[in-house]
């Protein structure tokens, strides 16, 4: 982000964000990263994030959900998320507002978005093949 400093942060598009970032604060995420790696899951059904999340078995990963933009911007304000996962079922505009709010939030953060030619039934395997690869 350009014109970041203590407290605020100035997009490229000219848009100012408040953040209360503190030394604490930036220790404590430090820590939960080196603990655990949070992934925020994003699909039009809640069924398939439930599906998903009963098929993964990743060690040292917590799993966050959600189905709009307004819960994107909530797990956001309450957990550091290191990854972003998007199925493609949401429309178009969604997506792409969720994608700017998570850039927008974050500036670590990565977005994975799949395809839509796969299908619901192809989203685990997409997030099996970011997750459980071997590093």
Partial sequence: MVGEREGTRTSGLG???TLPRTPLDRA?????????????????????LDDVREGLAVPDVTLFSATTLNEVRKVFGEHPI??????????LDTRL????????ASDSTT????????????????V???LERPV
């Fill in 82 to 91: 290191d990854t972003v996962i998007m199925g493609a079922g949401i429309d």
């Fill in 15 to 17: 848009i100012t964000q």
């Fill in 28 to 48: 404590s995420r430090t820590e939960e990263k080196s603990m655990d790696k949070n992934v925020l899951l994003v699909g039009r059904k809640a069924i398939v």
């Fill in 111 to 126: 977005v994975h978005m799949k395809d839509w030619q796969s299908g619901p039934e192809g989203f685990l395997p997409f």
């Fill in 128 to 130: 099996k093949g970011l």
């Fill in 97 to 104: 507002r969720i994608v700017r709010h998570v850039f927008e």
